[in-house]
């Protein structure tokens, strides 16, 4: 696949999506009551924790990007799927608000999470908050798709919500205890579901078939797969100086990561050194001998194995969608960049 | 207003809205993914902690019969309403379980709250599982009213939600620096929106026009600031017996409720002896000293008072979305009913 598409390529395209989503974007939650548009406005990084205005980045953007790709794709107007562009993002936010609750994670973006900033109570009801208007935008667009976009971003929050309690009961296992298939079901529904939605509203928004929309929804969920499958790679082996992140990190937080359970699963000595060292706390030494465990167990080969065949795979749906790939050449680019990506 | 209406009263009109609704709310809690289910199932009272069937009462869903009642008053089918009716139960306890969270609540409904039984984790993406349900059932319904009534119930999520985030900010404020209106605009998003929101689905899905709906949803925000003005007495002066909770429960707390704050704010020598008394703890004798200083400052009789002319003001809205109140029996009977309720 080509790094650049008509001499765009997916950074440029991720910017122009941004540019085409966020004045929406920005309307959606300036709707918002006082103190709940101050939280989002900070988590979005429009703002600093003192209400003043702030240039930093709201994100890659991916999600928007894909409804529109994915619109265009099918013969339909970008123009018109934009407040359905805003919708995902507002989701995907409101999911990461509530995430870092849930995972008391200290930062995000570089920044102090909502939480740490405002409280939990605050973030609790700012995620709530924009979940209802992410649903509400949809179901309010005159389009006539909007009903059964509706319909599908519910079931999409609904299976993120599994996935999250999936991600949590899973990490309060026994890593032995944690089967491959447990850990695959859980990162399409965390991950997977939501690039998946974005592709159908794109489609439902083209004014697609059940048939095509249904591919577009796999094309989505295989990218987010094989993203996983990366980001999973990037958390152990990722170059600090390129993620920001202390080599190593998920090793570090003993997560039970793809590469790391399938090692740990594998039957091999190797998997069982993991195992071990799992069982006590990760200095930089454990850590080195850990991700050199998981190399040697195969994690490390059959995640990136895994992650190409789930970008093949697809490429299979989008063609399904999609028969003349030259029509999708913006899909594809935008699965390349998040799984080649080294945030 | 008549205690009974044609022989039914409130409570067997709860009664019957219950078993119009229950099914479609069971059906709709049934399709969420296992685990979010269970915690689901658990809140509503009809499974217990291990899973087992429970045959507990899932609380009064006084809603759901005020949009049942208000579609019928309307001259519409209640039938085709009851989706309506179960996704405003649904959007009822998805803010009890999130405030429970929030306020470290141990016990709903005489048992302990869903966190404190599954862990913070589930109880947030159960509450965030159940109000994608809830939008989605009502985006998803085949009646026209259905995306007016989408848009109006992701609005009143929104105002609940900045309801309780006020609620939280009011707690924590010096008692001196809590003006009424506040507490009012508070109580209005809290309690006065989601009551006046069902009166509104109720309408809508009657197919009436739009004056009618802001005048059936101003009559369920009186209802429910009138009841909320009861609501705060009992927390003072209801009888332990029948509320099961101890005498002055919201003194014990130091809440800042409305006969409290009208009670702070009367400059009144009363109320500078219950300000000096919610500086220190609250034992038995301070509890009873301020009850006593509440009612010397006029806090009593002015949430009385309050409670009355909010009452009146939401038969007076109900006539004005109903010219014959004979119509409206059920509404008045159940606006009578939560605001003469002793639990």
């Not at 991916?62 to 619109?71: F, K, T």
């Not at 599994?162 to 949590?168: E, N, P």
Request: hydrophobic share 45%; charged share 25%; net charge negative.
């Amino acid at each position: 696949m080509p790094d650049t598409v008509e001499g765009r390529d997916a950074v440029d395209l991720l910017e122009r999506s941004r540019s085409a989503v966020e004045p929406q974007l920005r309307a959606a939650v300036a709707s918002l009551p006082a103190p709940v548009r101050r939280v989002a406005g900070y988590h979005f990084g429009w703002e600093r924790a003192d209400g003043t205005e702030a240039t930093g980045s709201a994100g890659k953007a991916v999600r928007p990007a894909l409804v529109l790709a994915a619109c265009r794709a099918l013969g339909g107007d970008p123009q018109q799927a934009v407040r359905a562009a805003a919708a995902v993002e507002l989701v995907h936010n409101f999911t990461l608000l509530h995430d870092d609750v849930i995972d008391e994670d200290p930062t995000r973006r570089h920044r102090p999470t909502a939480w740490s900033v405002f409280g939990v109570p605050d973030a609790i009801v700012t995620g709530d908050a924009m979940s209802a208007l992410a649903l509400g935008l949809l179901a309010g667009d005159r389009h006539r798709a909007s009903a059964a976009a509706s319909v599908r971003l519910s079931a999409c929050v609904i299976e993120l919500c599994a996935g999250q309690q999936a991600d949590c009961a899973l990490e309060e296992r026994p890593p032995h205890e944690v089967t491959l298939d447990e850990c695959l079901a859980m990162a399409t529904a965390k991950t997977g579901a939501l690039l998946g939605c974005a592709c159908a509203l794109g489609a439902l928004y083209a004014g697609a078939g059940a048939e095509e929309v249904a591919a577009m929804d796999a094309f989505g969920r295989e990218a987010g797969l094989a993203f996983q499958f990366i980001d999973d790679l990037i958390g152990i082996w990722g170059d600090p100086e390129r993620t920001g992140k202390p080599a190593g990190a998920d090793l570090a937080a003993r997560k039970k990561s793809l590469p790391v359970v399938a090692a740990l699963s594998s039957g091999t000595a190797a998997g069982a050194e993991l195992a071990e060292l799992y069982r006590g706390s990760m200095d930089a030494a454990a850590i080195r001998r850990a991700a050199d465990a998981v190399e040697r167990a195969g994690g490390r080969d059959w995640a990136q194995l895994q992650a190409g065949d789930r970008m093949s795979r697809a490429v299979g749906e989008l063609s399904r969608a999609v028969p003349d790939l030259a029509a999708a050449e913006d899909l594809l680019s935008l699965a390349e960049f998040v799984t080649r990506r080294n945030r």
